[in-house]
C-alpha cells in the first residue's frame, strides 16, 4: 500500500501553531507519510482579480489545519475546494469549525490513520461578478460573501433576483448570502437563523434593513441570486468573501451567486455533536444531564 501523503497548514504569524505544526510534521514523518506544510497567510485584499493558490498539492491525501476558523476558511477555498478532506484543531478561539482541541490531536491523528473518522460534507457557494462584459475567475466560499456599505452612514439599495424573477429592492447596509456552515457567523450577529451544517440550502440576509418587513430567505440549493446596485452610490461598496478577500461593487456590476458544484469535507471530530457545540460556543441555559428521553419521564 502506498504512504500517504498530508498537508499541514498553520496559522501565520503565530509561534503556536508554527511550533505544533513542526512538531506534528516530525510525528507523521516518522510513521512514514510524506508531509507537505505552509503557513497560511490571510490578507485583507481588494482588487478585481481574485486569484488563490497554495503551495500544498492537491493530490494530498488530507490536510490538518492548525489555528482558527479564519485559517480554516482560507485553507477551505485554497486547497478543500479540490476535495481535499481537512481536520480542523481549534488553536483560536469560538472554532465552530475546527473542532478537535490541541490536546486530543494525536490521538484523533492516530484514529485518522486507522480510517475511523467519518467525513462531513458541506456545500459552497460560487460567485461570478461581472463588471462591463468581462468577468472575474469565480470564487468558491464555505461561509458567506458579504456585499457592505463603506463606513459612511447612508443606506445602499440592493436589487435582488432569484432564478431571473425579480424578489425586490433591499434598503439596507448590506446583504449577506450564506451557507448553512456561515450560518452561526455574520449571519448570526446579523439576525438570520442556524441552519444544521449539512443542510442543502443557503439564507440571504439583509443588514439593518430600512424596512423592517425585510427579514432573512431560506432558499433552496438550486437557487440562482443575481445582485445589482439599484442606483449609484457616492460611497464604497464592497463584495467579501468569506471576510478575507473581496473586490469593490460598483454601479452597473453584477454578481451571481448559486451553489458550487465543488464541497468541501470536513473530518468530524470523535463524539460530534453540533447541538453540545451551539450549547457551548453560544453558551445557552440549561444542562444536558438535566435532559431526559420522553420515555423515561413520568
Keep these: 500500500?502506498?504512504?500517504?501523503?498530508?498537508g499541514i497548514i498553520f496559522k501565520y504569524r503565530h509561534k503556536p501553531a508554527e511550533t505544533q505544526a513542526g512538531k506534528l510534521e516530525r510525528w507523521l514523518?516518522?510513521?512514514?507519510?510524506?508531509?507537505?506544510?505552509?503557513?497560511m497567510e490571510i490578507r485583507d485584499s481588494l482588487g478585481w482579480s481574485i486569484e488563490e493558490s497554495s503551495s500544498i498539492p492537491t493530490t494530498v491525501n488530507w490536510v490538518v489545519v492548525l489555528g482558527g476558523d479564519g485559517t480554516l476558511l482560507g485553507a477551505a477555498r485554497k486547497v478543500g475546494r479540490f476535495g481535499v478532506p481537512i481536520l480542523g484543531v481549534n488553536l483560536g478561539g469560538l472554532g465552530f469549525l475546527t473542532g478537535i482541541p490541541l490536546n486530543r490531536l494525536y490521538s484523533v491523528v492516530r484514529l485518522l490513520l486507522e480510517g475511523k473518522l467519518q467525513v462531513e460534507n458541506r456545500i459552497?457557494?460560487?460567485?461570478?461578478?461581472?463588471?462591463?462584459?468581462?468577468e472575474v475567475h469565480p470564487v468558491q466560499v464555505l461561509n458567506d460573501m458579504v456585499i457592505n456599505k463603506g463606513t459612511l452612514a447612508r443606506i445602499i439599495d440592493l436589487d435582488v433576483s432569484i432564478n431571473g424573477?425579480?424578489?425586490?429592492t433591499?434598503?439596507?447596509d448590506g446583504l449577506i448570502v450564506s451557507t448553512p456552515t456561515g450560518s452561526t457567523a455574520y449571519n448570526l450577529s446579523a439576525g438570520g437563523p442556524i441552519l444544521y451544517p449539512t443542510m442543502q440550502s443557503f439564507i440571504l440576509t439583509p443588514i439593518c434593513p430600512f424596512t423592517l418587513t425585510n427579514r432573512p430567505?431560506?432558499?433552496?440549493?438550486?437557487?440562482?441570486?443575481?445582485?445589482?446596485?439599484g442606483k449609484e452610490s457616492e460611497e464604497q461598496v464592497v463584495l467579501t468573501f468569506d471576510g478575507q478577500v473581496g473586490i469593490d461593487?460598483?454601479?452597473?456590476?453584477?454578481?451571481?451567486?448559486?451553489k458550487s458544484?465543488?464541497?468541501?469535507k470536513l473530518f468530524k471530530p470523535p463524539n460530534y455533536s453540533f447541538f453540545n457545540i451551539l450549547r457551548t460556543k453560544l453558551m445557552w441555559g440549561g444542562g444536558a444531564d438535566e435532559w431526559k428521553p420522553r420515555e423515561e419521564c413520568s
Excluded at 1 to 6: D, F, L, T, Y
Excluded at 261 to 264: C, G, Q, T
Design 165 to 168: 424573477e425579480f424578489l425586490t
Design 29 to 39: 514523518k516518522e510513521r512514514g507519510l510524506r508531509v507537505f506544510s505552509e503557513e
Design 261 to 264: 458544484k465543488e464541497s468541501i
Design 170 to 172: 433591499f434598503r439596507a
Design 124 to 134: 459552497m457557494l460560487e460567485a461570478r461578478i461581472v463588471r462591463k462584459g468581462e
Design 1 to 6: 500500500m502506498p504512504s500517504q501523503s498530508v
Design 217 to 229: 430567505i431560506l432558499l433552496p440549493e438550486t437557487a440562482v441570486i443575481e445582485i445589482r446596485l
Design 249 to 258: 461593487f460598483r454601479y452597473g456590476d453584477h454578481v451571481i451567486i448559486q
